[in-house]
């Protein structure tokens, strides 16, 4: 158990969201997904900056788009 002081690195993020992407690395992170060979993680990373809640809030609102939802 950690100490009140202490706070679990791995969980820092865990409750939050990160912000939106702007439109040229919401078009990236789409082609990269598309291009079959990153995963959500793989394309944040590669972003710099965006955290992975935001590349898979955007491949699903692409998603939706594609498919008439919006």
């Known amino acids: 158990m950690l100490g009140l002081n202490k706070a679990d690195a791995r ?3 865990s409750a939050s969201m990160s912000g939106p ?3 040229r690395q919401a078009l990236a992170a789409i082609i990269l997904w598309n291009s079959g060979h990153f995963d959500t993680q793989d394309i944040a990373d590669v972003l710099g900056g965006v955290g992975e809640d935001a590349v898979c809030r955007t491949l699903h609102a692409a998603r939706l788009v594609q498919n008439g939802g919006v």
């Open 11 to 13: 969980r820092s993020r």
């Open 21 to 23: 992407m702007d439109e």
